[in-house]
């Protein structure tokens, strides 16, 4: 059975850097499309980045800042995350596309399998 589980959110002040990691069992994530979303109360979930086979992709509010990336023999994704911002703050998800598309997606529809998230804090 599939499972992503989330780690290395945490609580740091503006500037400081974090970096998640998205450990998979179940499939090969290098076959496959991942995403990096983010939620806050209230606010709708949030694509923050993509890898797959053929190009990565990162929302405008992070570029620059955040860089995606895989480890093949830990079939595991990571999120590299500097120079963090308040506006960061949220609880990071990791997901995949069953689907190989080597086209990314900033959007939810087409990620089947979810994490139960990591929670990162920027705050003075």
């Known amino acids: 059975q599939v499972q992503l589980v989330e780690s290395g959110g945490g609580l740091v002040q503006p500037g400081d850097s974090l970096r998640l990691s998205c450990a998979a069992s179940?499939?090969?994530?290098?076959?496959?499309?991942m995403g990096w979303f983010r939620q806050v109360p209230g606010k709708e979930r949030e694509g923050v980045s993509c890898i797959s086979r053929a190009e990565d992709k990162y929302s405008d509010s992070v570029k620059g800042r955040f860089t995606v990336s895989r480890d093949s023999a830990k079939n595991t994704v990571y999120l590299e995350m500097n120079s963090l911002k308040p506006e960061d703050t949220a609880v990071y998800y990791c997901?995949?596309?069953?689907?190989?598309?080597?086209?990314?997606?900033?959007?939810?529809?087409?990620?089947?399998?979810w994490g139960q998230g990591t929670q990162v804090g920027v705050s003075s």
């Open positions: 179940g499939l090969t994530l290098h076959f496959y499309r």
């Open positions: 997901a995949v596309d069953p689907s190989s598309s080597p086209q990314c997606s900033l959007t939810p529809w087409g990620y089947e399998y």
